[in-house]
């Protein structure tokens, strides 16, 4: 840590500054952040300097400097030479059956790049990639960055939580925010996305910016906001920076729960998943490797993720990942398999129940945030942080959007255990299902726009 003078400066004349509309300087939040990670700072004060910020905002220059005294505030992982320009990963602001790591992460080790991917746990109604990976027996998310290192000159990509040493205050403040209100500030957001990802010492960051009615942001305009302060963000700290603005009303691909979307991916790494799932896979990787100049164009960098998938490489990088991070040789092999039964390696629920459809119809929409809650209810999510998850818990579309049913037909199987889904519950996930006429279904794209760096 660095020296604490800084932090001497007066606590209550920062948030009075911050509570009455001023701008803060950098000397400011340096002394802000400081205070948080030497603990000279109270609680009660943190609380209060974040609802000032909630309440009054931060200007671009406050952003940047608050970002990056957040990653400047622990360790700031360091690459071999060779790896310049190779350093890439991915941010998304969280969905419904969101997958997307899973199959990006190795098709960008399969295409030269080194992937030190630090991701989350599942909060709210949506699931964390580190619980996706935790229902694989034996895979180990906890690794040192000297380990981060060894497994990315071996594999090329992992997928780690992050470590005690990086980026201590965001850690303070991402709990303070929880528990204050102050969870939906973009300055806050955007510092505790980016400071991370800086951290990381990133050649390129893709960003997957979700609106819609299952996604942080339900319109268009706040999602492309927040996108531009990130864009803007990262690129300040040396990273260059883009973002995919994407749709979230329904679900990606057909499975929600942790191992029933673990089971989606490796169908997807074996050339037969859904291809809505292998438009965003192809669309951030396109972005990344024509950020880093491994791809001439945002089209060849999207054919070069799509032949990685399709032929087979990124399945071989998946499964050395698994290897590198604690799987069995023999559960990897059977989990990459052409036929594997995935149930011999993952758990099944212990029950089934397929809900049919009440009317003829063509499958027009699916409210994922409802699907997502009821699930989450279920046992596939938390309520707090820390709580167990069941890894088996978990639900899976029958049908894709488009496609004509008849009344009486399965559309949906909920994997569950104890308890069983309540009558109430049932309701709610058969109120999800929107079904119309030929003349109401219209496909759209899940992507809505690519943001570039400046």
């Given at each position: 840590?660095?020296?604490?003078?800084a932090?001497?400066?007066?606590?209550?004349?920062?948030?009075?500054?911050?509570?009455?509309?001023?701008?803060?300087?950098?000397?400011d939040?340096?002394?802000?952040?400081?205070?948080?990670?030497s603990?000279?700072?109270?609680?009660c004060?943190?609380?209060?300097?974040l609802?000032?910020?909630?309440?009054?905002g931060?200007?671009?220059?406050?952003?940047?400097?608050?970002?990056?005294e957040?990653?400047l505030s622990?360790?700031?992982?360091?690459?071999?030479?060779?790896?310049?320009g190779?350093?890439?990963?991915?941010?998304?602001?969280?969905?419904?059956?969101?997958?997307?790591?899973?199959?990006?992460?190795?098709a960008?080790a399969?295409?030269?790049c080194?992937?030190?991917?630090?991701?989350?746990?599942?909060l709210?109604?949506?699931?964390g990639?580190?619980?996706?990976l935790?229902?694989?027996?034996?895979?180990?998310i906890?690794?040192?960055?000297?380990?981060?290192?060894?497994?990315?000159?071996?594999?090329?990509?992992c997928?780690?939580?992050?470590?005690?040493?990086?980026v201590?205050?965001?850690r303070?403040?991402?709990a303070?925010?929880?528990?204050?209100?102050t969870?939906?500030?973009?300055?806050?957001?955007?510092?505790?996305?980016?400071?991370?990802?800086?951290?990381?010492?990133?050649?390129?960051?893709?960003?997957?910016?979700?609106?819609g009615?299952?996604?942080?942001?339900?319109?268009?305009?706040?999602a492309?906001e927040?996108?531009?302060?990130?864009?803007t963000?990262g690129?300040?700290?040396?990273?260059?920076?883009?973002a995919?603005?994407?749709r979230?009303?329904?679900v990606?691909?057909?499975?929600?729960?942790?191992?029933?979307?673990?089971?989606?991916?490796l169908?997807?790494?074996?050339?037969?998943g859904?291809?809505?799932?292998?438009e965003?896979?192809?669309?951030?990787?396109?972005?990344?490797?024509?950020?880093?100049?491994?791809?001439?164009?945002q089209?060849?960098?999207?054919?070069?993720?799509s032949?990685?998938?399709?032929?087979?490489?990124?399945l071989?990088?998946?499964?050395?990942m698994m290897?590198?991070?604690g799987v069995?040789?023999?559960?990897?092999?059977?989990?990459?398999?052409?036929?594997?039964?995935?149930?011999n390696?993952?758990?099944?629920?212990?029950?089934?129940?397929?809900?049919?459809a009440?009317?003829d119809?063509?499958?027009?929409?699916?409210?994922g945030?409802?699907?997502?809650?009821?699930?989450?209810?279920?046992?596939?999510?938390?309520c707090?942080?820390?709580?167990?998850?069941?890894?088996?818990?978990?639900?899976?579309?029958?049908?894709s959007?488009?496609q004509?049913?008849?009344?009486g037909?399965?559309?949906?199987r909920?994997?569950y255990?104890q308890?069983?889904?309540?009558?109430?519950?049932?309701?709610?996930?058969?109120?999800?299902?929107?079904?119309?006429?030929?003349?109401?279904?219209?496909k759209?794209?899940?992507v809505?726009?690519?943001?570039?760096?400046?």
């Open positions: 840590l660095r020296p604490r003078q932090a001497m400066l007066s606590i209550p004349e920062l948030i009075r500054k911050k509570r009455d509309g001023r701008r803060l300087s950098d000397g939040i340096k002394a802000f952040v400081e205070a948080l990670t603990g000279s700072i109270q609680d004060q943190t609380g209060a300097m609802m000032a910020i909630w309440q009054r931060m200007d671009p220059r406050e952003t940047a400097t608050l970002t990056k957040m990653m622990g360790e700031v992982m360091s690459w071999p030479e060779e790896w310049a190779l350093m890439v990963d991915k941010h998304s602001t969280g969905g419904v059956g969101d997958k997307v790591s899973l199959v990006l992460a190795p960008l399969a295409c030269g080194k992937v030190p991917m630090i991701s989350g746990r599942g709210a109604h949506t699931g990639t580190l619980d996706k935790e229902s694989i027996p034996g895979f180990n906890h690794h040192s960055a000297e380990q981060v290192r060894a497994i990315l000159s071996s594999v090329g990509c997928i780690v939580g992050q470590t005690e040493r990086l201590p205050a965001d303070i403040l991402y303070t925010r929880d528990i204050t209100g969870v939906d500030s973009l300055p806050l957001i955007t510092g505790s996305i980016i400071s991370k990802k800086g951290a990381e010492s990133l050649t390129a960051l893709v960003l997957d910016v979700k609106f009615r299952a996604a942080l942001f339900k319109d268009l305009g706040g492309r927040l996108a531009r302060l990130l864009v963000a690129n300040d700290l040396g990273m260059r920076t883009g995919v603005l994407s979230m009303d329904a990606i691909g057909r499975a929600v729960g942790n191992s029933l979307e673990v089971i989606e991916a169908d997807l790494l074996k050339g037969d859904p291809q809505d799932l292998m965003l896979v192809a669309t951030l990787g396109g972005l990344l490797l024509a950020m880093t100049g491994m791809a001439a164009d089209s060849e960098g999207r054919r070069q993720i032949q990685a998938v399709i032929g087979g490489a990124a071989l990088k998946f499964q050395a290897e590198a991070q069995a040789k023999e559960t990897a092999r059977t989990l990459c398999s052409a036929h594997a039964d995935y149930f390696v993952l758990k099944k629920a212990e029950h089934q129940l397929d809900l049919t009440s009317r119809g063509v499958l027009i929409d699916v409210d945030l409802t699907l997502a809650e009821v699930v989450h209810k279920l046992g596939a999510g938390r707090k942080a820390g709580q167990p998850v069941n890894h088996s818990v978990g639900a899976q579309l029958l049908l959007l488009g004509k049913i008849t009344r037909t399965p559309w949906l909920v994997h255990e308890p069983a889904p309540s009558p109430d519950q049932i309701e709610r996930l058969q109120s999800a299902l929107v079904l119309g006429s030929d003349a109401d279904w219209q759209q794209s899940l809505q726009e690519v943001m570039l760096p400046d």
